[in-house]
């Protein structure tokens, strides 16, 4: 990430910033927000989790056709941990706000991670099975292949006893 891009005090910037706010990342890249969604992280906690993802897609240019242009950026978005989860019953460990080719524009996501605040937060996070299935069926399973790929995990509580190691 290029200096004064995520890091931007609009009150006290950094001199090496310059005067005026830098423009949105050019970045070529599919990204993964994981956020945790546990019930013992707090309401407060989630939502300002998803208020930084909120912030970040600010300061980023995003590829205006997802599923077919390799400029810009590809964002996908999950909480952990989806209701009814245990290991091998099948079911979806997460709950996908939105997948990597689901908007082309910015205030589309930025829409999606403000219902997502109101979503309920979950008992017996399952960290483990998360991560791994947003690598799995997120990134890895992304149409371009060849861009780059970036998870941000934003996690705030340990993973339950029974996750084990994913």
Same mark, same amino acid.
């Given at each position: 990430?290029?200096?004064?891009?995520?890091?931007?005090?609009?009150?006290?910037?950094?001199?090496?910033?310059? !005067?005026?706010?830098?423009?949105?990342?050019?970045?070529?890249?599919?990204?993964?927000?994981?956020?945790? @969604?546990?019930?013992?992280?707090? /309401?407060?906690?989630?939502?300002?989790?998803?208020?930084?993802?909120?912030?970040?897609?600010?300061?980023?240019?995003?590829?205006?056709?997802? %599923?077919? %242009?390799? $400029?810009? /950026?590809?964002? /996908?978005?999950?909480?952990?941990?989806?209701?009814?989860?245990?290991?091998?019953?099948? !079911?979806?460990?997460?709950?996908?706000?939105?997948?990597?080719?689901?908007? @082309? $524009?910015?205030?589309?996501?930025?829409?999606?991670?403000?219902?997502?605040?109101?979503?309920?937060?979950?008992?017996?996070?399952?960290?483990? $099975?998360?991560?791994?299935?947003?690598?799995?069926?997120?990134?890895?399973?992304?149409?371009?292949?060849?861009?780059?790929?970036?998870?941000? /995990?934003?996690?705030?509580?340990?993973? %339950?006893?029974?996750?084990? !190691?994913?």
């Amino acid at each position: 990430m290029a200096p004064c891009t995520l890091c931007y005090d609009q009150c006290l910037p950094a001199p090496e910033c310059g !005067r005026g706010r830098p423009g949105p990342l050019q970045v070529h890249a599919d990204i993964a927000f994981v956020v945790d @969604g546990f019930r013992g992280v707090g /309401a407060n906690l989630y939502r300002a989790a998803l208020t930084l993802v909120d912030a970040m897609l600010d300061e980023l240019e995003v590829a205006r056709q997802p %599923s077919m %242009s390799p $400029h810009g /950026a590809c964002v /996908a978005l999950v909480t952990h941990m989806a209701s009814g989860f245990w290991p091998g019953e099948g !079911r979806c460990p997460v709950l996908e706000c939105f997948h990597l080719t689901a908007y @082309g $524009h910015q205030t589309q996501m930025q829409r999606s991670v403000r219902e997502a605040a109101g979503h309920l937060l979950w008992e017996a996070p399952a960290l483990g $099975h998360a991560l791994e299935w947003t690598l799995q069926k997120v990134l890895l399973a992304a149409l371009l292949l060849q861009r780059a790929q970036v998870l941000f /995990a934003i996690m705030a509580s340990e993973t %339950s006893s029974w996750d084990g !190691r994913s």
